[in-house]
């Protein structure tokens, strides 16, 4: 029994079929990738996960409870953090604001009038917020504007406040994408490094194989809604089936 | 029943002013995607059109008349409408009786021109500020004209009358066999309505059938493609910015005789005509002017002795709760379409 | 101390001894003078900035935080007055019950129509506030008169209850007090040439302003406050990290009723006379044209913008064509004539026009309203090379 | 306003603890005086509160117009007006016990918490030692009921509501205006000569104070000639369209529409109203017809040829031919190019019989000036032979039916005077039900 698992899901938008029958079994702390051309219900699938579209049929279980018509605020409250495809952050707070929040919330839980209490005063939450952004060396930047960093920066200070809250299931949406190559590269070790912590679950939905080869324990190949395969990468790598899919994009 | 129909008509010319301001203040949302808050003043500015035309007729020639005493027994001055010595005295007696419908010509140019100023010189630099500046900048800018208006007008209410062809009143009832006065509906108030009937089907037809209003219709439901097939939609905006003037600026001349103008009028108007435009649907022209209407009627049916007595203070709040109900239930309004103002 | 930084702790330290001094400093002409006009220091227009000053706060902590704009917030300082009002009639002419009453009340109201209004955000949030606010002034208005006295409005007659206090001796109404010190007792100072009004109700409202101010600050500083902007930034992102934004919008909404309600109370125990004009939506305006003209956002941008309102309105509203001549009379009189036409339209009763132009001139072109206007001066002043590096890294709640 | 003296007691003081070196804390004195506002150098100021916006700002622009004349007369400018007929003779233009006469005066926008703010400032930051002025008996009560806490008089403007003298009197407050109980006693038998005794009528009532009372007073009043009272709908003062409360009117049976409505609020009421249609109707086999029981020149002018032919009451009218009336009418004409309205001429005698009273009781002390004034009886103001009742602060004068004129000869004519109704027809006992509940308490001089 994995950590998240996804029973007979369908979505249909209108006449479009995005899933059809879609299975899923996320073991404990591996990293999960699920890839496919474009179109294929990736982010259907996601969105499914995170309870922001509740599929018709269907069930989606985490950690042994449904997360269907759950609100986005409690599935994170259950373990699960979000990475999205363009990096959600909060703009106009500065860098070290952007990862109190999440350490807040990981402790205070959806709500919690603390409104005289001092952030300042609040040490164990700030040495928490030191720590994530010094490991992903932010420290410097920590007065800045998170609007003003740049997009590889967004993306990692994403990735901290995420990773912050120390969830059980990470979900990466594109995590690379439109990074430049040496970013690509940090982001990977520094996915690895968390990964190599061996308490943290991921799904990763990715496109650039380089990402997905270098971090994966098991990919899932999704094409028009359905799974088409599931294997450990080096599996992936010759298979046919997976050829086909992809063979429709050039860009691959 | 009688009264039923009676309020019905009497909601029909309140519903008219609400109709023509929500129309005008969704043709600019939906075109330019501009929240308005300035858009009462303009209904307040073209009611100031008729003012100022019965004003400009009614310019005298003062002469002095020894042979009558003034109150203070001196020499009474006699005024003589310039107006009167041109034309002679009957027809110019005759155009100054008719200055609110005739002050319609003044407003159309009046109003074209304070839209396209307002638009260039203000609003155009909004259109990718957020909706809390532009509420914002309007208001600000309600505040300044209806100052203006104030300095030069004063603050209170100009009485200004229809044309004396048109006091008096019909009986409906009579017609639909109910006993004389059971019904009774004034001329003016008629006018009015069919005023605005005739306003909203000019533009609707304008919008539907010229190819200008089919570019302008393209535009409110996707401005970008519509700008990527070349043609201009930033100056067609602007003339439906003047047109949505104009409206509101024509509803306020016609109004005068129903209320007297006042500087206060537009901020009076424009809550409530806010408060039509998010039930018809932020963005939809049906939608504002059915709301526009039924508001309007509801309102007038609440004011009813007997619906007081059950509910008291009904009329008062009617609009409000129907918004509020509205905005829960069906959070686009009635006809509204998706993805408008919504975060 | 008092849970606020060193830096934190100075400026409410000085905006303490500012409204301390305020009688002294708002009077800096002397009487007779040709500028005594411009003195404010009297006890009426104190008390009111002082009052309005709590009103634009407790609004910033839901628009300046959150950047939800209600158009209805006059509606709170409407129910906090008849609250205090009622407390009059009925139980004591002492104001501590109720500006309690009219605090709590201020919040209950504000529980209720935040609930309902903040499903709907952006534009639609502000209508339905608008609505509710409006549809309250129309029923105090109108049927709900034997409570709220309507047209005349409400306040404490002679045949009032008033439980807690003795029976009032040869028919006079008691003088509204705060433990038997009146509200109206006012200690003059006749000081080179100049009055200064020392006077009770002044110092209960600066008082509690101060307070008020202190635990505004306390909020934007607090995790709460923290969420709060974040809000304002990132409602969705906030949603994915686990915290749920409608309690926390919800709070704000009922914090900012809160201090509305009090700044009502207060309003009715300074002068115990509530109409219903104070819950229009033109009074709900009003204070988001405070907020902005001072600063959205900013601590100290409400006060200021509520004190130059009020002053304007007060100050600026009695330059009549006479005063105008005086000040220009060292001007040929064709000069003089043409200067007082052109100022002749801002000032006296045409000091709304002035407000409105600069209203637009805010909007325009100060975002950040004073606050950022006096930023920017003192930048131009200042000039030095690390400004810039630091301007960037400030935090917006200066 | 010059507070040139004021400067010179300032710099006096100064001097004088300056030149006591570095003697003592005495340099911080408290002020004491022995009221409020206590005026202590060669000026002193009254404020006028009016309202220049709102429903009645027609009738605030006029007193307005009114307390500068009064106030130029005071100080032995123009022509000197009612001074020279006003019964009493203290008044001689040399100011008020020597003391040239200032004044501010401010924005009550008809709402009665303006009028307070308002009053407060010209208290507090001008001291104003009387306050006068308002149009609506909202601001008036609440006027009254401030100056009664801080210590000042106040002579009410124009306010016509029963509640003024009745159950919110005060022992500082004073009246001149007549009231609605007057309107509807000296009214009453004129509609039945007019229109008979069977008649049904429609109450349309302005929601606050002055609506209620006048409109309890007419129905009294025409109940006792026999007629009936359909209905009483209240419509908020703040409104402008009446149409909804109008369009009823004509099939409830009734065929007289009373309209207890005042200032702009009568004048889109009676618009409203005649654009229905009302006058020309026929209803019950009668003529329908249209009573305002309170009509002011202003009014008339604002509702044109609609006011032709409705009766109603006035406390005072430009066309009356006592020696007063002509000289207020003379005066004020020449300065303004129209003739007062019965707003003006209140406000005007309201600030003289102010005046009068201080020179009397030769001190500007609240207490004293109450004592001047309670029970005092004068004439030459227009209105004849007037007292101030003690026992309410009410004047008790003659007051006027008028109606709407039918063919007007000029601009101005636009009332004619249908019937003075002596003194006597309208005085009531102080404790007529219509004002009881009240207590006018003890006079306060405020510090």
């Not at chain 1, 690895?192 to 061996?198: L, N, S």
């Not at chain 2, 203000?122 to 600000?140: C, E």
């Amino acid at each position: 029994m994995g950590i998240l698992e996804v029973k007979g899901v369908n979505k249909r938008f209108g006449g479009l079929r995005a899933l059809s029958d879609v299975n899923l079994s996320v073991q404990q702390n591996t990293c999960h990738a699920i890839i496919g051309p474009n179109g294929a219900g990736k982010s259907t699938l996601l969105n499914c996960l995170v309870g922001k579209l509740i599929p018709d049929t269907g069930s989606v279980l985490f950690d042994g409870q449904s997360v269907l018509g759950r609100k986005p605020h409690e599935i994170n409250q259950m373990g699960i953090s979000r990475v999205f495809q363009t990096p959600e952050i909060f703009a106009e707070l500065t860098v070290l604001e952007n990862v109190l929040i999440p350490c807040f919330a990981k402790r205070d839980g959806a709500y919690r009038l603390h409104a005289f209490e001092t952030v300042a005063a609040e040490r164990d939450i700030n040495a928490q917020a030191e720590q994530m952004l010094r490991d992903v060396k932010m420290w410097e930047k920590r007065d800045m504007h998170a609007g003003s960093l740049s997009r590889g920066d967004k993306r990692r200070l994403e990735m901290a406040m995420c990773l912050s809250q120390r969830p059980k299931l990470l979900l990466l949406d594109e995590p690379t994408a439109g990074m430049a190559r040496a970013d690509t590269n940090n982001t990977i070790d520094l996915l690895k490094e968390i990964k190599g912590r061996g308490d943290i679950t991921m799904v990763i939905i990715e496109h650039d194989m380089h990402v997905v080869f270098s971090l994966a324990d098991r990919i899932t190949v999704l094409a028009q809604g359905t799974p088409l395969v599931e294997d450990t990468p080096d599996n992936i790598k010759g298979h046919p089936k997976v050829k086909e899919a992809y063979l429709g994009e050039a860009a691959h | 029943m009688d009264a039923l129909i009676l309020q019905t008509l009497n909601g029909l010319d309140k519903g008219s002013a609400y109709a023509l301001i929500a129309l005008g203040l969704t043709l600019i949302f939906g075109t330019l995607g501009v929240v308005n808050f300035a858009h009462g003043t303009l209904f307040m500015i073209g009611a100031f059109c008729a003012v100022t035309l019965q004003r400009l007729l009614s310019l005298s020639q003062v002469t002095i008349d020894p042979t009558k005493k003034d109150f203070l027994g001196n020499a009474l001055k006699v005024k003589t409408p310039y107006i009167e010595a041109w034309f002679g005295k009957d027809a110019g007696a005759a155009i100054v009786n008719w200055s609110v419908p005739l002050s319609i010509l003044l407003a159309i140019p009046v109003m074209l021109v304070v839209g396209f100023v307002m638009e260039r010189g203000l609003i155009k630099h909004f259109y990718k500020r957020p909706h809390a500046d532009q509420i914002l900048v309007t208001f600000g800018l309600a505040i300044v004209l209806q100052e203006v208006i104030k300095y030069y007008f004063g603050a209170n209410p100009i009485p200004t009358a229809a044309p004396t062809d048109f006091a008096g009143s019909i009986d409906f009832g009579v017609w639909m066999g109910f006993p004389p006065n059971d019904i009774i509906y004034p001329y003016w108030r008629m006018v009015y309505f069919l005023f605005s009937v005739v306003v909203i089907g000019a533009v609707f037809a304008f919008l539907q059938f010229t190819t200008f209003g089919m570019v302008v219709r393209a535009g409110m439901a996707d401005r970008e493609t519509v700008g990527l097939l070349g043609i201009n939609i930033d100056r067609r905006f602007t003339i439906m910015f003047g047109i949505a003037a104009v409206v509101a600026g024509t509803a306020g001349a016609m109004y005068t005789p129903i209320n007297s103008p006042a500087f206060t009028m537009g901020m009076n108007f424009l809550v409530l005509s806010f408060v039509v435009v998010v039930v018809g649907g932020m963005g939809s022209l049906p939608g504002a002017v059915l709301s526009g209407f039924l508001l309007g009627i509801l309102e007038s049916y609440a004011s009813m002795n007997w619906i007081k007595d059950v509910i008291p203070g009904i009329d008062q709040i009617i609009i409000y709760v129907i918004a509020i109900i509205v905005l829960l239930t069906r959070p686009r309004g009635l006809m509204g379409r998706k993805g408008v103002m919504e975060d | 101390m008092l849970g606020l930084g060193k830096k934190d702790l100075t400026f409410l330290l000085i905006v303490l001894l500012l409204t301390l001094a305020a009688p002294i400093l708002l009077n800096p002409f002397a009487e007779g003078s040709a500028m005594a006009q411009f003195n404010a220091g009297y006890p009426d227009l104190m008390q009111r900035i002082a009052i309005f000053a709590i009103f634009a706060v407790g609004f910033n902590i839901l628009f300046g935080l959150t950047g939800y704009l209600s158009f209805g917030h006059a509606a709170f300082i409407g129910i906090g007055s008849y609250a205090m009002v009622w407390m009059l009639k009925l139980l004591t002419m002492n104001i501590l019950p109720g500006l309690i009453l009219a605090t709590l009340m201020g919040g209950a109201f504000a529980l209720l129509i935040g609930f309902v209004s903040l499903r709907r955000s952006g534009i639609y949030f502000s209508i339905l506030t608008l609505a509710f606010a409006q549809m309250s002034f129309n029923m105090a208005y109108s049927v709900l008169t034997p409570i709220t006295g309507g047209e005349n409005g409400l306040g404490p007659a002679l045949g009032d209850p008033r439980v807690l206090d003795a029976a009032a001796a040869n028919g006079t109404i008691p003088e509204v007090n705060l433990f038997g010190l009146s509200m109206r007792a006012t200690y003059e100072l006749d000081l080179a040439g100049r009055v200064f009004q020392f006077n009770a109700g002044y110092y209960v409202c600066g008082l509690l302003s101060v307070f008020m101010f202190y635990l505004a600050l306390r909020l934007f500083r607090s995790p709460f406050g923290m969420m709060l902007r974040a809000i304002k930034c990132n409602q969705h992102r906030l949603n994915y990290t686990g915290l749920h934004s409608r309690p926390y919008m919800l709070s704000a909404f009922v914090i900012s009723g809160m201090y509305a309600g009090l700044a009502g109370g207060l309003m009715a125990a300074m002068d115990p006379l509530a109409g219903a004009d104070r819950m229009q939506w033109q009074a709900s305006g009003e204070v988001v044209l405070m907020v902005i003209l001072g600063g959205v956002g900013t601590m100290l941008g409400p006060v200021l913008g509520a004190g130059f309102i009020k002053y304007c309105e007060n100050i600026f509203s009695k330059i009549n064509d006479h005063v105008l001549h005086e000040w220009f009379s060292i001007f040929p009189k064709w000069l003089e004539n043409l200067l007082v036409t052109i100022v002749h339209p801002f000032v006296g009763q045409g000091w709304h026009l002035t407000l409105g132009v600069l209203f637009m001139l805010v909007v325009i072109f100060l975002p950040g309203g004073l606050i950022e206007g006096g930023q920017r001066i003192g930048r131009l002043i200042r000039r030095k090379p690390d400004a810039k590096g630091k301007a960037a890294a400030t935090t917006p709640a200066e | 306003m010059s507070k040139l003296e004021l400067t010179r007691r300032g710099l006096l003081r100064t001097g004088a603890v300056a030149g006591a070196g570095l003697a003592m804390p005495t340099v911080f004195a408290s002020r004491a005086s022995a009221f409020t506002n206590e005026p202590k150098g060669g000026v002193v100021t009254l404020g006028f509160t009016i309202p220049l916006t709102g429903p009645y700002a027609d009738e605030g622009n006029d007193e307005l117009k009114a307390f500068q004349l009064a106030v130029k007369h005071l100080n032995g400018e123009g022509d000197g007006g009612m001074l020279s007929t006003f019964s009493s003779k203290t008044l001689t233009g040399a100011g008020i016990l020597g003391k040239k006469v200032a004044f501010v005066s401010g924005d009550t926008q008809t709402k009665p918490d303006t009028a307070r703010a308002t009053a407060k400032s010209m208290i507090e930051k001008d001291g104003a030692v009387m306050i006068s002025g308002c149009s609506s008996s909202a601001e008036a009560v609440a006027l009254q009921s401030l100056c009664q806490e801080a210590g000042l008089i106040y002579m009410v403007g124009l306010s016509h509501s029963n509640d003024t003298t009745g159950k919110d009197k005060k022992r500082n407050g004073f009246r001149h205006f007549f009231n609605a109980y007057m309107s509807a006693a000296a009214l009453a038998p004129v509609l039945k000569d007019m229109y008979g005794a069977d008649r049904a009528a429609y109450h349309l009532t302005a929601d606050y104070t002055w609506g209620w009372t006048q409109q309890a007073s007419m129905q009294a009043a025409t109940e006792a000639i026999g007629w009936k009272t359909v209905a009483n709908v209240l419509t908020p003062l703040a409104s402008t369209d009446f149409s909804s409360y109008i369009a009823p009117v004509l099939n409830s049976g009734a065929d007289v529409l009373i309209l207890n409505h005042y200032g702009a609020n009568m004048v889109n009421s009676l618009t409203q109203a005649v654009q229905f249609g009302l006058k020309d109707k026929m209803v019950n086999g009668k003529q329908f017809q249209i009573v305002v029981p309170l009509i002011s020149e202003l009014m008339a002018k604002g509702a044109g040829p609609n006011i032709r032919d409705i009766p109603g009451s006035s406390n005072w009218n430009w066309k009356l031919q006592d020696a007063g009336t002509k000289a207020f009418v003379q005066s004020y004409g020449k300065e303004y190019g129209a003739p007062p309205s019965q707003a003006a001429q209140t406000c005007y005698a309201q600030v003289l019989l102010y005046a009068d009273a201080v020179a009397r009781a030769k001190s500007f002390n609240p207490c004293a000036v109450v004592e001047a004034l309670e029970g005092y009886k004068f004439d030459g103001l227009g209105n004849g032979p007037t007292e101030y009742r003690a026992a309410d602060h009410q004047c008790f004068k003659d007051c006027l039916v008028v109606k709407g004129k039918d063919k007007p000869d000029n601009e101005f004519d636009t009332l004619e005077i249908v019937q003075v109704t002596p003194t006597a027809q309208v005085t009531y006992a102080p404790d007529n039900k219509m004002f009881a509940g009240g207590d006018l308490g003890q006079c306060n001089p405020g510090a």
